[in-house]
């Protein structure tokens, strides 16, 4: 598999122009590093993600995955995350592509499959929203076959989405097949727990009522818990304070003062903030912020 993924990084990097590129193709993201990161704050939305050189650290709540081109990643929730490039350089850059996955794709294939040809989740198991697989090379061929129309852009808006289908199809199959299902069906684990996070993401800087987002995900508190723990490797309270601490850096990032970052986003307590955003970040926001100005925007999804 080693050429093909030489190929495809090849072909890429003729046509990336910035460390975090939209491609022409619907929902694929690019990715390069010539150097390794600190963490960067981001938000992963449902996503896939294939590393083509490097390695990669992303922390989730209590979790930490790494991975590198032999695996790839798929997040089927929205998941605030801290990514850090462990390995690149100007003669190895990291280098990676991501696929927004979109829902109604997702379901329209899953509704077309033979029964039986969906991968599995194993019996009695509380999988989370998050996971790495091994790469197979049916799967790096179908990236192949979406990354290869870079080169043939007027190809793009008539063979993308058999493309986009092919690489879902490829993932339904394998291990975390039984994972992906759950984005599509409405009632699932995952969907609930994913409805009471499309409340909180609105409304992260109010009080969080976990009886409202138990009723929104229509569980009981007790199974709400267990079932968003389980899902996002934080409890809704973490889950909140960290959506809060994103959303403060992003606005440092763009210039906001550091004294009125923290109530903006919800905090009741400067000292508190302070506190939360130099255990999560490294350094205190105002520091944090100096540095933030003058890099690159903190995106949504990043790679």
């Known amino acids: 598999m080693q050429d093909t993924l030489d190929s495809i990084r090849a072909q890429v990097m003729r046509h990336v122009n910035s460390a975090y590129y939209e491609a022409p193709i619907p929902r694929v993201i690019i990715s390069t590093m010539t150097e390794p990161t600190t963490g960067t704050a981001t938000l992963y939305e449902p996503v896939t993600c ?6 990669k650290q992303v922390v989730i709540g209590d979790a930490v995955v790494n991975y590198d081109a032999s695996s790839y990643f ?19 850059p990291y280098v990676a592509a991501a696929l927004r996955i979109d829902r109604a794709v997702l379901a329209d294939l899953i509704a077309t499959m033979p029964a039986g040809s969906i991968g599995v989740e194993p019996p009695g198991s509380e999988q ?7 790469v197979t090379p ?10 290869g129309l870079l080169d043939r852009p007027d190809d793009i808006s008539m063979l993308a989405p058999m ?46 009522r976990t009886t ?6 229509g569980m009981s508190v007790a199974s709400f818990h267990r079932h968003f723990k389980a899902a996002t490797a934080m409890s809704p309270l973490q889950y909140q304070k960290t959506l809060r601490l994103h959303a403060a850096r992003r606005l440092l990032a763009s210039g906001a003062e550091a004294s009125r970052t923290a109530y903006s986003v919800g905090y009741e307590s400067a000292s508190q903030f302070s506190r939360e955003y130099s ?25």
């Open 74 to 92: 798929v997040a089927s929730l929205d998941l605030p995350a801290v990514g850090r490039v462990v390995e690149a350089s100007p003669d190895r």
């Open 138 to 147: 049916a799967l790096l061929e179908a990236w192949a076959g979406l990354l």
């Open 279 to 303: 255990r999560a970040f490294g350094s205190p926001p105002s520091r944090d912020a100096e540095r933030l100005r003058g890099m690159a925007p903190l995106g949504v999804g990043a790679v």
């Open 163 to 208: 493309r986009e289908r092919e690489i879902l199809y490829r993932l339904l199959q394998g291990p975390l097949g039984g994972q992906l299902c759950q984005i599509a069906q409405e009632d699932s684990r995952l969907s609930r727990v994913r409805r009471a996070i499309g409340w909180m993401r609105t409304h992260y800087d109010e009080a969080l």
């Open 212 to 217: 409202a987002l138990a009723d929104i995900a």
């Open 50 to 55: 294939l590393i083509l050189q490097g390695t």
């Open 128 to 134: 989370p929203g998050f996971a790495t697989s091994a």
